[in-house]
Nanobody, 124 residues
Framework: AVQLVESGGGSVQAGGSLNLSCAASEPLPWYYCMCWFRQAPGKEREGVARTTADGDRLYVESVKGRFTRYKDKVKNTLFLQMNSLRPEDEYLYYC??????????????????WGQGTQVTVSS
């Protein structure tokens, strides 16, 4: 089975940067989309950024202009470059994948593949 493995999380001060990566153990079918989600303790998982075959889209207003998601198709890896980090960006970040025709960024349960998560901690 395909596995997704996130890395790149850590602790930074406000204003700092991190680059998260999500590596798939094998190439995903072309019709799959990959997304970044995040979750705080006791709260629901929320979609952050979605990458699809027809272009990239960011979903969380608060990260626009600060976060950039991009994909290295050769390495089968999804990235989330996070700049100007704020304490409110402190979450456990996950990558997920699923066929595009069933993906709903507002419904995490529509995603079939998940990584284990990587923690981002931002101190003020």
């Amino acid at each position: 089975a395909v596995q997704l493995v996130e890395s790149g999380g850590g602790s930074v001060q406000a204003g700092g940067s991190l680059n998260l990566s999500c590596a798939a153990s094998e190439p995903l079918p072309w019709y799959y989309c990959m997304c970044w989600f995040r979750q705080a303790p006791g709260k629901e998982r929320e979609g952050v950024a979605r990458t699809t075959a027809d272009g990239d889209r960011l979903y969380v207003e608060s990260v626009k202009g600060r976060f950039t998601r991009y994909k290295d198709k050769v390495k089968n890896t999804l990235f989330l470059q996070m700049n100007s980090l704020r304490p409110e960006d402190e979450y456990l970040y996950y990558c997920a994948a699923t066929p595009s025709n069933q993906a709903n960024i507002k419904r995490p349960e529509t995603f079939t593949l998940w990584g284990q998560g990587t923690q981002v901690t931002v101190s003020s």
